[in-house]
């Protein structure tokens, strides 16, 4: 379990939300399979809401912009940084690319979108009144961030570059990861795609939400107009499942304990 009420250090992963054609649809959703409550940002802010639980930010959800009508659904990862523009530059100096430069978000912080080298896009945000994630590591927060894709080799040396990720590479046997460090302490991962998963399939940054029952939750998910891409599963860190949403936005679940959040 990890409260936060300052901001996260520099390069770790500190908040996600979903753009969705349909908000409401996503509050229907989201709400029924992790209990989340909302909070609407108002018309200045778009409309966008803080989904909470216990009152402690969680995540958010945003609609699709009009003139961006057919967009897929989609979780974000945001990387947390204390200085917006310097870590622009370090994204473009290392072969990255900026999606969207970076922008005031009212009093909440500032915000930026790019892409690694692979293709992987995640947000950057620089605290204001808004720091991230106040609440992670619990049944309905985010439990892991990372970053999959096609060429692991590229997007590790763009990340150690980039963010100055240190790296535990578990690499073996075929398959390709390294946990993602940040002065000793882990905060995410990358890894390859394995080679059974559609060529159509972007490089990514996956969001893994906490559940305290994975195969309950993916019928939940199912019930609730979902779709499963990867059955549940054991792995050394809780039991694992793929799905998506009632909009098509893909994410991940991980058991984790409820009194704990390990």
């Given at each position: 379990?990890?409260?936060?009420?300052?901001?996260?250090p520099?390069g770790?992963?500190?908040?996600?939300?979903?753009?969705?054609?349909?908000p409401?649809?996503?509050?229907?959703?989201?709400?029924?399979?992790?209990?989340?409550?909302?909070?609407?940002?108002?018309?200045?802010?778009?409309?966008?809401?803080?989904?909470?639980?216990?009152g402690?930010?969680?995540?958010?959800?945003?609609?699709?912009?009009?003139?961006q009508?057919?967009?897929p659904?989609?979780?974000?990862?945001?990387?947390?940084?204390?200085?917006i523009?310097?870590?622009?530059d370090?994204?473009?100096a290392?072969?990255?690319q900026?999606?969207?430069?970076?922008?005031d978000?009212?009093?909440?912080?500032?915000?930026?979108?790019?892409?690694?080298?692979?293709g992987a896009?995640?947000g950057?945000?620089?605290?204001?009144?808004?720091f991230?994630?106040?609440?992670?590591?619990?049944?309905?927060?985010?439990?892991w961030?990372?970053?999959m894709?096609?060429?692991?080799?590229?997007?590790?040396?763009?990340?150690?570059?980039?963010?100055?990720?240190e790296?535990?590479?578990?690499?073996?046997g075929?398959?390709?990861?390294a946990?993602?460090?940040?002065?000793?302490?882990?905060?995410?991962?990358?890894?390859?795609?394995?080679?059974?998963?559609?060529?159509?399939v972007?490089?990514?940054?996956?969001?893994?939400?906490g559940?305290?029952d994975?195969?309950?939750?993916?019928?939940?998910?199912?019930?609730?107009?979902g779709d499963?891409?990867?059955?549940?599963?054991?792995?050394?860190?809780?039991r694992?499942?793929?799905?998506?949403?009632?909009?098509?936005?893909?994410?991940?679940?991980?058991?984790?304990?409820?009194?704990?959040?390990?």
């Amino acid at each position: 379990m990890t409260f936060r009420d300052s901001p996260w250090p520099d390069g770790t992963p500190c908040w996600a939300d979903l753009m969705v054609p349909d908000p409401r649809m996503a509050m229907d959703f989201y709400g029924a399979l992790f209990g989340w409550t909302f909070a609407d940002q108002g018309d200045e802010a778009g409309n966008y809401l803080m989904c909470t639980i216990d009152g402690r930010a969680v995540a958010g959800i945003g609609g699709i912009p009009p003139d961006q009508a057919g967009m897929p659904a989609a979780w974000t990862t945001y990387l947390a940084t204390s200085d917006i523009d310097k870590s622009v530059d370090a994204v473009g100096a290392a072969g990255g690319q900026i999606m969207m430069p970076p922008m005031d978000v009212l009093a909440a912080g500032k915000m930026a979108i790019t892409a690694d080298p692979t293709g992987a896009a995640f947000g950057l945000w620089q605290a204001g009144e808004h720091f991230g994630a106040a609440l992670a590591n619990v049944p309905g927060a985010m439990a892991w961030n990372e970053c999959m894709t096609r060429d692991f080799d590229t997007a590790k040396a763009f990340y150690g570059d980039a963010f100055g990720y240190e790296f535990d590479d578990m690499s073996a046997g075929g398959f390709s990861y390294a946990t993602i460090k940040i002065n000793g302490e882990v905060v995410g991962g990358v890894g390859g795609l394995p080679g059974e998963v559609p060529a159509e399939v972007p490089a990514h940054w996956s969001t893994y939400f906490g559940v305290v029952d994975t195969d309950a939750a993916v019928a939940k998910v199912t019930q609730l107009g979902g779709d499963v891409l990867r059955a549940p599963a054991d792995s050394p860190y809780g039991r694992v499942a793929q799905v998506t949403d009632n909009q098509g936005a893909a994410l991940m679940l991980v058991s984790i304990d409820e009194a704990t959040g390990g």
